[in-house]
């Protein structure tokens, strides 16, 4: 399996492919792969001539460094494991150097304000840099299509705000959130959940499902404070937030409507590691 270290090697090779217009799929990751990212790959796969798989922990979009430092970095497992279930995916592991030149800061990004709500108040220039990430690797790729997992439904919606404000030629492709048995959605920090914790986790999920039954019957206001004072009775669990939103705008739900298409969101700590998940509360 080709894996290519730097973005001037990988748009060489992609040359060829670009010119005969032959379908380009990419899959951005910054690695620690799961089953969730597998799918988004064999999604790719099937759907493309040829799949790019980029695994790069991007710095400028973390607003920790603790978690910067600690987050999973398992470069030749990932590798291993695309290689087994793909023929026609090729690696981009660049170093930070290269993919940012030495200036290793993002730009200032407007994306219509989508970028304050939910993570955006608690991250504070979180979608800056996954603006600036995206934008420089489309940029290198040239992708036809490029998938994105829903669990970040929030950055989904980002990407494909910065597709349309950029005139970007590429078809984002959102894919359904993969979850464990327990119904925790995977993510590349679960690897660093004890045992226990992941069995506390999974009422994250068991949560959303019930605030889904409630929000069919109850106002978004009755749900979002029966999930608070659930969670916060939880001692293993720490809430940071819960938000009922509009899918499109993002913006809090204050009252629903029938033309409008709703999905809860939460933020979750565990053992001081930080989890993310959502449900679409329309079907």
């Given at each position: 399996?080709?894996?290519?270290?730097?973005?001037?090697?990988?748009?060489?090779?992609?040359?060829?492919?670009?010119?005969?217009?032959?379908?380009?799929?990419?899959?951005?990751?910054?690695?620690?792969?799961?089953?969730?990212?597998?799918?988004?790959?064999?999604?790719?796969?099937?759907?493309?001539?040829?799949?790019?798989?980029?695994?790069?922990?991007?710095?400028?979009?973390?607003?920790?460094?603790?978690?910067?430092?600690?987050?999973?970095?398992?470069?030749?497992?990932?590798?291993?494991?695309?290689?087994?279930?793909?023929?026609?995916?090729?690696?981009?592991?660049?170093?930070?150097?290269?993919?940012?030149?030495?200036?290793?800061?993002?730009?200032?990004?407007?994306?219509?304000?989508?970028?304050?709500?939910?993570?955006?108040?608690?991250?504070?220039?979180?979608?800056?840099?996954?603006?600036?990430?995206?934008?420089?690797?489309?940029?290198?790729?040239?992708?036809?299509?490029?998938?994105?997992?829903?669990?970040?439904?929030?950055?989904?919606?980002?990407?494909?705000?910065?597709?349309?404000?950029?005139?970007?030629?590429?078809?984002?492709?959102?894919?359904?959130?993969?979850?464990?048995?327990?119904?925790?959605?995977?993510?590349?920090?679960?690897?660093?959940?004890?045992?226990?914790?992941?069995?506390?986790?999974?009422?994250?999920?068991?949560?959303?499902?019930?605030?889904?039954?409630?929000?069919?019957?109850?106002?978004?206001?009755?749900?979002?404070?029966?999930?608070?004072?659930?969670?916060?009775?939880?001692?293993?669990?720490?809430?940071?937030?819960?938000?009922?939103?509009?899918?499109?705008?993002?913006?809090?739900?204050?009252?629903?409507?029938k033309n409008k298409k709703y999905r809860a969101f939460i933020a979750v700590y565990i053992e001081n590691i930080r989890l993310i998940d959502n449900i679409s509360l329309n079907n």
């Amino acid at each position: 399996m080709l894996v290519f270290k730097t973005k001037s090697l990988l748009i060489n090779y992609l040359k060829s492919f670009l010119d005969l217009n032959k379908p380009v799929g990419f899959v951005p990751t910054m690695g620690a792969l799961h089953d969730g990212h597998l799918a988004l790959i064999k999604n790719s796969s099937k759907n493309n001539k040829l799949t790019v798989v980029s695994i790069f922990v991007n710095p400028t979009q973390f607003n920790n460094l603790e978690d910067l430092e600690k987050y999973p970095r398992t470069l030749e497992k990932d590798i291993e494991k695309i290689k087994n279930i793909c023929s026609n995916c090729i690696i981009f592991a660049p170093s930070v150097d290269d993919i940012y030149e030495g200036k290793t800061c993002a730009a200032s990004i407007e994306f219509d304000g989508i970028e304050f709500e939910m993570e955006g108040k608690h991250r504070p220039g979180h979608f800056d840099g996954v603006g600036t990430i995206v934008k420089k690797l489309f940029e290198i790729v040239k992708p036809t299509n490029a998938y994105f997992g829903e669990k970040d439904f929030q950055q989904l919606q980002i990407v494909k705000k910065l597709v349309l404000k950029n005139k970007i030629d590429v078809t984002v492709v959102g894919c359904p959130i993969y979850r464990e048995k327990s119904g925790l959605a995977m993510s590349s920090r679960n690897e660093r959940l004890s045992i226990e914790s992941k069995e506390s986790a999974a009422v994250i999920y068991k949560t959303l499902q019930i605030a889904k039954e409630k929000f069919g019957t109850k106002s978004a206001q009755e749900v979002s404070l029966w999930v608070i004072n659930s969670l916060n009775k939880n001692k293993d669990l720490k809430l940071e937030y819960f938000e009922i939103a509009d899918e499109n705008t993002l913006k809090t739900c204050v009252r629903k409507a029938k033309n409008k298409k709703y999905r809860a969101f939460i933020a979750v700590y565990i053992e001081n590691i930080r989890l993310i998940d959502n449900i679409s509360l329309n079907n």
